[in-house]
């Protein structure tokens, strides 16, 4: 079976041709800067890159179509023709009481249609990809593969917010949870990398970049995770508030003499990393600060540790205990001495870090005597998606 792999941004489509027989990535297309004259095309066949262009791409239509092109491109021997693709899966944000791995069918778009406002930089994108893949290959099974699927059997006393009731009925104002594909492909490969038993272990997955989440793995399922009803809440992150007191948007309101609208703005857009550091929301800016005396830029850091040391303790109790801890996401992966302050913190529970392993970015990076196993893994959702729309496809043959 061949699936094609979507994840759609505002200006930029990326594509992954995968074969399923074994999970082999085909061939992976990049294009940025969708709507400018100079946009960059990118395509690779087995790792190889096999082109690169600046030249205009009008409309996320123009992308769609020029990526079909390249997979038809009798010169690559990729696909003899368009037939040959069994299913193209999105890895979808946000669609309500329809998240999950599901067919993108009429009920589906109309429930991405309701719920923009809760992801409005990408249900819309999304939305227009799928309406363009559905006219040009009307017969081929498309696939959302929604984040928040991977959380939904959280228990309903961890989902819900002390909100009137009709707010959770009538609106679905509940935690939704995200990050979903990250945490499934992390949490299934510690179980497996760790030899665990699959129906009893307890992991905490940390995704750490510029998108930040934390969840609780408890015996094959999320029972738990940092993100709520949108991606805003949990960990402060690279522009993004996280965890606050709603009353403070009125007073801010009103001592600014702004609009809802800026507020939130505000919110999303210039706050956690970059708006307690004042310098950038990327992490290597503010570590270079840091080391340059920038008492904002520490702030900013000791806050984002903070924040996931918080929720790994909260996580430990929800658990009653913890086998492994496994960081991902491009902070996870790279900031070894954020790695190294978390774990210490759970020295007394017998956590031992290897310092040289973790300083290496190996792939176990506690000692062999640890009782808290340690991991740096890189995630891989377009697998996740691959798998999870090849499910869908065949459960509805």
């Known amino acids: 079976m061949k699936i094609v792999v979507c994840n759609v941004g505002s200006t930029s489509l990326k594509f992954q041709l995968l074969d399923m027989t074994n999970e082999h990535q085909i061939a992976r297309g990049y294009i940025e800067r969708v709507g400018e004259d100079d946009a960059i095309i990118t395509f690779w066949v087995n790792e190889e890159k096999v082109f690169n262009s600046k030249e205009p791409v009008k409309s996320l239509r123009d992308a769609v179509k020029k990526s079909l092109d390249f997979l038809l491109d009798k010169k690559f021997e990729l696909l003899n023709d368009i037939t040959e693709i069994d299913g193209i899966g999105f890895k979808t944000i946000q669609a309500g009481k329809k998240n999950g791995s599901v067919i993108l069918d009429s ?3 109309q429930a991405m249609e309701d719920y923009s406002s809760l992801a409005p930089a990408h249900n819309p994108p999304y939305l227009e990809a799928i309406y363009m893949f559905k006219e040009l290959l009307p017969d081929t099974n498309l696939v ?4 928040p699927g991977f959380h939904v059997d959280i228990p309903d006393y961890a989902k819900v917010y002390g909100v009137p009731y009709e707010w959770i009925e009538k609106y679905g104002v509940v935690k939704y949870g995200y990050h979903g594909a990250s945490h499934r492909y992390i949490t299934l ?8 038993n699959p129906e009893n272990h307890k992991i905490v997955s940390v995704h750490l970049g510029g998108s930040s989440s934390v969840c609780a793995f408890k015996n094959g399922k999320s029972i738990d995770t940092s993100m709520g009803f949108t991606p805003q809440t949990g960990l402060i992150q690279g522009t993004r508030i996280g965890d606050f007191d709603p009353f403070i948007l009125p007073y801010i309101m009103e001592k600014k003499n702004i609009s809802l609208d800026e507020a939130l703005k505000e919110c999303s857009k210039n706050s956690g990393l970059k708006g307690l550091s004042g310098i950038s929301a990327d992490m290597r800016e503010i570590n270079e600060a840091i080391e340059n005396n920038n008492k904002q830029a520490l702030l900013a850091r000791n806050k984002f540790i903070y924040d996931i040391k918080r929720y790994i303790g909260e996580y430990l109790v929800l658990m009653e205990g913890i086998n492994a801890i496994t960081f991902t996401g491009g902070i996870g992966q790279k900031d070894s001495a ?5 774990l210490n913190s759970l020295k007394f529970l017998g956590a031992d ?3 040289s392993k973790n300083a290496n970015h190996e792939q176990i990076i506690s000692t ?3 009782k808290i196993t340690a991991l740096v893994l890189e995630t891989n959702e377009e697998l996740v998606v691959a798998r999870e729309t090849q499910k869908v496809i065949l459960s509805n043959k």
């Open 338 to 342: 954020l790695r190294k302050e978390i």
């Open 353 to 355: 870090i290897d310092e």
């Open 107 to 109: 009920e589906v778009l």
């Open 144 to 147: 959302g593969v929604f984040e």
């Open 368 to 370: 062999d005597n640890s």
């Open 189 to 196: 490969e510690t179980v497996k990398l760790l030899e665990l």
